[in-house]
């Protein structure tokens, strides 16, 4: 089936430690999106890339880091600078040309830092 | 730059009530699209709609409907006759053509909460 699989479901990680958050999609999408949420606040842009081997930074990536060295995956790297980093991740996939046309979301990475 | 904004934090119906979400956004591109998901307790966001800007017709699908305005720069969502299993958020975002193809990301606003009670 295509789609968007993030994994994990649900992470916990301690304080002072950076964590890895998998997203992988086989829909033949050039784009690909992380985005945070947070109760209240909607979804906002962490990291984006439009090819591969390039990525620009969202509204709030400061903490955060990516790489995209293949088109299927687009992984996020939590680090130990992001102030507060318990909230719901999710990575998305497009189809750019024009404005993103068609956007579609993994089921997401509930964060929580114990 | 581009802005989404759903003034309505919260809304609270009785089933088979209808019920329009509001939607209300900023851009300085003539080229942009428009979209609605949902996002039910599970987390995921569904797809409900796209709308480019080029198109203002409004569009029915079941008991969903959509009404684009550009003179007031709107994108309203009326569900009819609402049932239990719609409760969810309901989140509006906005998506511009952008410069050189430079800019090619979606920018949500703060989402709907929608409960609909039996």
């Known amino acids: 089936d295509g789609g968007i699989t993030q994994s994990p479901k649900y992470l916990f990680r301690k304080e002072g430690q950076n964590v890895t958050l998998s997203c992988e999609q086989n829909l033949n999408h050039d784009a690909m999106y992380w985005y945070r949420q947070d109760p209240g606040q909607g979804l906002r842009l962490i990291y984006y890339s439009q090819i591969v081997n390039d990525f620009q930074k969202g509204d709030i990536a400061e903490g955060y880091s990516v790489s995209r060295e293949k088109k299927e995956s687009f992984p996020l790297t939590v680090t130990s600078a992001q102030k507060n980093p318990t909230a719901f991740y999710l990575c998305?996939?497009?189809?750019?040309?024009?404005?993103?046309?068609?956007?579609?979301f993994g089921q997401g990475t509930r964060l929580t830092v114990v | 730059a581009q802005k989404v904004t759903q003034a309505q934090t919260e809304i609270s119906v009785v089933e088979k009530e209808d019920v329009t979400l509001d939607c209300v956004y900023e851009?300085?591109?003539?080229?942009?699209?428009l979209f609605w998901y949902k996002q039910p307790p599970s987390g995921e966001l569904v797809f409900l709609i796209r709308?480019?800007?080029?198109?203002?017709q409004n569009e029915i699908s079941g008991r969903y409907s959509w009404n684009f305005q550009k003179s007031t720069s709107s994108f309203n969502f009326t569900i009819t006759a609402s049932q239990v299993v719609d409760s969810a958020v309901y989140f509006c975002a906005l998506s511009e053509a952008g410069s050189g193809g430079s800019n090619y990301k979606l920018t949500f606003g703060k989402g709907t909460l929608l409960t609909v009670n039996p």
């Open positions: 709308r480019n800007s080029f198109d203002e």
């Open positions: 851009t300085r591109d003539t080229t942009y699209y």
């Open positions: 998305a996939s497009g189809s750019p040309g024009q404005g993103l046309r068609e956007a579609f």
